[in-house]
């Protein structure tokens, strides 16, 4: 047994070691200048670290614009997403109507859909409605993605809640409206705040739908932007990209280790309940 242990120990350890060399290797190249970066012969420790290759990344065109533009359009989607899905994950856990097992197949089966399957479909649609280069757009395209899991998370936290507490605030004269903002909604906070974690990672680190719907660059999100580090005369400035990108995952990192416990029990829950 102890022999066994040691085996998978090691077997964790090693994916782990896998797993977070891209991390590092991406930390260590934005503190690199940039000879040690195009060296032929990889440094795994920085001889000479420098934080240039920040400031190059924040004093880029369009970095606040495009920050601002990131900001706005996640603000949105996970707004929406949380307000519909809350909506929609109570109505199809606490009433009985015709057509809610077909709703929830429904549901599951877009889950399984991937994004780029309807990146066609919306880009005709948006541009009928004459909503393309627009924050509108961007947002739709957002929350029909996440949509889908957030009400299938929250229905999980929704079915865990005994029907007896609502009857006894129903008994208390307390409307449907009280019931859903003052009993239920306290005790499926939980699940709020995972499926908004998920909105967010999910519409903070898109680079597809926000380069097809926006066609101007002032309109751009920061995945986007990440890329104007690639230039066809000059290369591509590894250093600086780098930098980007750490940037750039600095607020998913903060927010998934400050809920990072709440999104995994949001997740078991939509996964095994009702």
Same mark, same amino acid.
């Given at each position: 047994?102890?022999?066994?242990?040691?085996?998978?120990?090691?077997?964790?350890?090693?994916?782990?070691?896998?797993?977070?060399?891209?991390?590092?290797?991406?930390?260590?190249?934005?503190?690199?200048?940039?000879?040690?970066?195009?060296?032929?012969?990889?440094?795994?420790?920085?001889?000479?670290?420098?934080?240039?290759?920040?400031?190059?990344?924040?004093?880029?065109?369009?970095? /606040?614009?495009? +920050? $601002?533009?990131?900001?706005?359009? !996640?603000?949105?989607? %996970? @707004? *929406?997403?949380?307000?519909?899905? &809350?909506?929609?994950?109570?109505?199809?856990?606490?009433?009985?109507?015709?057509?809610?097992?077909?709703?929830?197949?429904?549901?599951?089966?877009?889950?399984?859909?991937?994004?780029?399957?309807?990146?066609?479909?919306?880009?005709?649609?948006?541009?009928? /409605?004459?909503? +393309? $280069?627009?924050?509108?757009?961007? !947002?739709?395209?957002? %929350? @029909? *993605?996440?949509?889908?899991?957030? &009400?299938?998370?929250?229905?999980?936290?929704?079915?865990?809640?005994?029907?007896?507490?609502?009857?006894?605030?129903?008994?208390?004269?307390?409307?449907?409206?009280?019931?859903?903002?003052?009993?239920?909604?306290?005790?499926?906070?939980?699940?709020?705040?995972?499926?908004?974690?998920?909105?967010?990672?999910?519409?903070?680190?898109?680079?597809?739908?926000?380069?097809?719907?926006?066609?101007?660059?002032?309109?751009?999100t920061l995945p986007?932007?990440?890329?104007?580090?690639?230039?066809?005369?000059?290369g591509t400035d590894?250093?600086?990209?780098m930098a980007a990108?750490?940037?750039?995952?600095?607020?998913?990192?903060?927010?998934?280790?400050?809920?990072?416990?709440?999104?995994?029990?949001?997740?078991?829950?939509?996964?095994?309940?009702?």
């Amino acid at each position: 047994m102890p022999r066994r242990r040691w085996v998978v120990n090691s077997l964790a350890v090693l994916f782990c070691l896998v797993w977070t060399f891209p991390v590092y290797w991406m930390v260590n190249t934005a503190v690199k200048p940039r000879p040690e970066v195009m060296t032929a012969t990889p440094h795994f420790v920085p001889a000479h670290p420098t934080v240039d290759n920040f400031v190059k990344a924040v004093g880029q065109d369009q970095f /606040l614009t495009n +920050l $601002g533009n990131s900001v706005i359009v !996640v603000a949105c989607t %996970v @707004a *929406t997403s949380i307000v519909l899905g &809350i909506f929609a994950a109570a109505a199809l856990s606490r009433f009985r109507f015709r057509g809610r097992r077909t709703i929830m197949v429904v549901i599951l089966a877009v889950q399984m859909l991937p994004a780029t399957a309807l990146l066609i479909p919306m880009f005709v649609m948006f541009n009928s /409605l004459d909503l +393309l $280069g627009t924050y509108l757009a961007l !947002v739709l395209a957002y %929350v @029909a *993605t996440v949509l889908p899991f957030s &009400i299938w998370v929250m229905r999980g936290f929704f079915v865990a809640i005994p029907v007896e507490i609502e009857e006894a605030a129903h008994l208390d004269g307390a409307t449907t409206w009280e019931v859903l903002t003052r009993v239920l909604f306290p005790l499926v906070a939980p699940g709020v705040i995972a499926t908004g974690i998920f909105s967010f990672i999910a519409a903070w680190n898109d680079y597809l739908f926000a380069y097809t719907f926006m066609q101007d660059q002032s309109r751009y999100t920061l995945p986007v932007w990440l890329a104007s580090f690639t230039n066809p005369h000059t290369g591509t400035d590894f250093g600086g990209q780098m930098a980007a990108s750490v940037l750039f995952s600095l607020p998913v990192i903060v927010f998934f280790l400050i809920i990072q416990r709440n999104l995994v029990a949001g997740m078991s829950a939509g996964a095994v309940k009702g």
